[in-house]
């Protein structure tokens, strides 16, 4: 790159704003804690490119942590949200536009028959748990280690993210009670689920999982795991829930339950959903999703549920993945990313394993192949801390964890991610030299 990068600006907003909220975020993981040094303020965004308020231009590897599918600013998303704030950001009684975006997703997902649109990830996965609980009238569930849903407490336990990074599997205010009912087993590991229906079996209300991990860096379900788990639940009447906020419309149109073929009973969204806009959904079986109030008695609720610019943005976002579907050139993109990073690193000596799925995908400082936590753990946070700054200062941001997985978006061109190759081949010399 020839500009160089400066950060003075962005050094004293964290100054600043580290006066007001702990840490100087709103979300843990932009501290760039699990790197070191000191975070960038972003200004604004356009396609795949951020500036930040320093004027540096970078290439966008984390898309908001997996939103913007579309690339910044897209210009119908950005009209669609002009348009609803015009007609008032929010009434809190029902619109129209509410059933538009939850038919488009019951299209894009058949196994949602019905849903409800919430504000976060967080709340989808707290109320489908709340909801396979209700539902079965039983207390257990299993989730597995380095899955993340979300900062919800009884899930709060062996999460992978930015609880990995901090090595607080479980918070200080996680109490024993609430996480006693909640089993954590290895990812990948059938024969423990096993193990463990066979021993209290009737008393699990739900499994929750990643279908594909992303949240201890990009991890694939081996083969058979998911269809046994789908087994399981249904020989034992148990929930099996797929926690797709970050596959969903990512991996493919009908998330990795359409890749995988395997019907969960219930589905949450998040992320892509809302096209950038905070949207979150839970769904699945209509029997089951007619135990939710008012229809049925499982309580939840939400003041700005199915918010009207929220909702705006994610109709948008989605008829255009359903309408232009950008999937094979994503995947066109991830191939390129993926052969261009393997063979630079192999060419520096540099030991590796590279996970992928479509546009989402985890370069590891590993030398083994990865399908558990435990595996990923293995792998070297200060090679992916050098990988990381030495990419920051040739303009390519990547996500700030070696636990998390990088996200391409249709904006990218087959350039930017040359130009990414060329900077990530100069930091494997650096690496090596050292
Ligand atoms: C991001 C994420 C969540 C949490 O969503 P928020 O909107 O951040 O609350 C839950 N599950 C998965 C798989 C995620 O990637």
Redesign the pocket.
């Known amino acids: 790159m020839t500009n160089t990068f400066v950060q003075s600006n962005s050094i004293a907003a964290f100054q600043k704003a580290q006066n007001y909220m702990p840490g100087g975020v709103n979300s843990p993981a932009r501290a760039f804690g699990a790197v070191g040094g000191q975070p960038l303020f972003m200004a604004r965004a356009e396609g795949a490119y951020l500036f930040d308020i320093d004027g540096n231009r970078l290439i966008d590897y984390i898309g908001s942590?997996?939103p913007m599918i579309l690339g910044h600013a897209h210009p119908q998303v950005v009209s669609a949200i002009q348009q609803a704030a015009t007609r008032s950001s929010s009434f809190g009684a029902p619109t129209e536009k509410e059933s538009e975006l939850a038919e488009l997703i019951t299209q894009c997902v058949p196994s949602i028959e019905k849903l409800r649109l919430v504000n976060?990830?967080?709340e989808a996965?707290m109320s489908a748990i709340r909801l396979a609980r209700g539902a079965t009238g039983r207390a257990r569930i299993i989730k597995f280690a380095g899955n993340?849903?979300?900062h919800v407490d009884s899930l709060l336990v062996a999460a992978g993210s930015s609880a990995a990074n901090l090595g607080v599997p479980d918070s200080p205010g996680v109490t024993a009670g609430t996480s006693q009912d909640t089993v954590i087993l290895q990812y990948n590991n059938l024969a423990s689920v096993e193990r463990t229906f066979a021993e209290f079996g009737h008393e699990i209300a739900c499994v929750i999982l990643?279908p594909i991990a992303?949240?201890m860096g990009t991890v694939l379900p081996q083969p058979g795991f998911l269809q046994g788990l789908r087994k399981l639940c249904t020989d034992y009447g148990s929930i099996l829930i797929f926690?797709e906020?970050?596959s969903g419309f990512r991996v493919a149109l009908g998330g990795a339950q359409e890749i995988y073929n395997v019907r969960p009973d219930l589905t949450?969204l998040?992320?892509i959903v809302g096209g950038g806009l905070p949207v979150?959904c839970y769904g699945g079986r209509a029997d089951l999703m007619d135990q939710v109030l008012p229809a049925g008695r499982v309580f939840q609720a939400g003041t700005l549920s199915g918010n009207p610019l929220a909702t705006a943005a994610g109709i948008a976002t989605l008829q255009l993945l359903r309408d232009t579907p950008p999937y094979a050139y994503l995947d066109q993109l991830g191939k390129q990313l993926l052969e261009g990073l393997s063979s630079a690193a192999s060419r520096h000596g540099v030991e590796f394993h590279i996970a992928r799925s479509g546009s989402m995908l985890t370069f590891f400082f590993n030398d083994r192949p990865i399908i558990n936590w435990e595996d990923a753990d293995r792998s070297s946070r200060s090679s992916f801390a050098k990988y990381f700054w030495g990419l920051i200062h040739r303009g390519i941001y990547m996500p700030c964890s070696q636990f998390e997985a990088l996200f391409i978006s249709a904006a990218h061109t087959p350039a930017d991610i040359d130009a990414t190759i060329d900077s990530a081949e100069e930091v494997f010399a650096t690496l090596k030299s050292e």
């Open positions: 942590w997996g976060s990830g967080t996965t993340y849903h979300g990643e992303g949240n926690d906020v970050m949450t998040g992320k979150g």
